[in-house]
């Protein structure tokens, strides 16, 4: 077991905005989030500091102020698979506070200094357990924030294709070329989105989206390249 | 308004089962799953289909089963501002019902033709307000595809980050080139993390995680490339 340091410090206005902001507390009427700050502590972990284990009593779930946090398992055969790092403002363990669960079922370390907050478990599932109304509200800031998140991916996986579609179309004409130009794409779409590691049907989206702006235009496997200008101001920047 | 075509459809067994998978679904125990089957339907669209208007009386909370529904909100200006698409396997209008509304606060409309099954908003709510660990093992399923998600946009923003960053160094070398090369970076580190478009922390991280694989060595402004032929790898496919 790796060496813990953890000083325990006080919780001045940047944790409590902090907690304030949270999603799991954020839905809290102001007399439950005082119940919940009394019964919350924040620690200041040196690097490689040791915040609870696998198989451990589950008694507080975390926010992570500042610093990062890897969340890991212990696989059958003794190595420790991480399976996820935690980011400033983002809480951890509740998922298993939520499914009933006692123990926790990882161990989390730090990989930098870090500041974290324990929230006592039993103060937090005490008010989720009294008032269906919390958890209504709660329920529709996870949904929220999950629509907000698919969104979001889709807009980074597009990003992303975007910028290596109008890479690969570029690379076909020369470096300092501003003409109209016509590519023909030598391979079948699969192939060519394979080779640019983005599915099939994102492909086929990124097209549809350039010739939307106008940028492009399809012809079967032949794509005319109608703007150079804004394409190469795409890439770039 | 534009012109709707439903058509009722059959709950078959590919819409059962995408129902009993999804995530607001997935927790309810086999007499509850009954029910709501029960009081749902399914109806297919054609494109350009309105499935409900933003003011209207909020009925049914929704899962798209295939196609894709845009969701827009009218603007003061009477522009139609489209926040978000829906995906087959998503569901929508969840989160203004868990937050006690009654009407629809967005307009829905099929981007394709699209199967969607309507949930009886009255019926999912009973089962919520009955039953404290259905809102719990819900809360507890959302939360763990909350932290799924934000690992993987991690994951995305790296990944577009790597690709970014290894292009550009290899662009500072002949395409031909297989030998161990030096390149100084010509601006501070914030100007390149701009020309690439991504985060000065995204910047160092990923150099530093190339670093750790043995690829590049870095000291100060200059960068090592170490082995050419795995960066080349790591951008193409």
Chains 1, 2 share one sequence.
Not at 16 to 29: A, H, V
Not at 58 to 87: C, F
Request: glycine fraction near 6%.
């Amino acid at each position: 077991m790796k060496n813990t340091t953890a000083k325990r410090i006080e919780l001045n206005d940047f944790i409590l905005n902090t907690m304030r902001q949270c999603i799991l507390l954020r839905p809290l009427g102001v007399e439950d989030f005082d119940e919940i700050v009394q019964t919350s502590h924040a620690v200041q972990l040196t690097d490689n500091s040791v915040l609870f284990e696998q198989g451990s009593e589950l008694t507080d779930i975390y926010l992570l102020i500042s610093g990062g946090v890897k969340i890991q398992r212990l696989a059958p055969n003794g190595d420790e698979k991480v399976l996820e790092i935690i980011r400033p403002g983002q809480t951890f363990a509740e998922a298993v506070l939520f499914f009933g669960g006692s123990q926790y079922p990882v161990t989390a370390v730090t990989v930098s200094p870090s500041i974290v907050v324990g929230i006592k478990a039993e103060t937090y599932l005490k008010l989720l357990h009294t008032s269906n109304s919390l958890c209504l509200n709660l329920l529709g800031n996870l949904s929220q924030r999950l629509h907000w998140m698919v969104n979001e991916m889709d807009r980074l996986t597009l990003h992303n294709a975007t910028f290596r579609l109008v890479d690969y179309l570029l690379s076909h004409i020369p470096v300092d070329s501003n003409e109209r130009a016509g590519v023909s794409l030598a391979a079948p779409k699969h192939v060519i989105a394979s080779r640019l590691s983005i599915k099939p049907e994102t492909l086929s989206r990124t097209l549809k989206e350039l010739s939307k702006q106008g940028l492009i235009k399809l012809e079967g496997s032949e794509i005319e390249l109608l703007d150079i200008a804004k394409l190469r101001q795409l890439i770039l920047l």
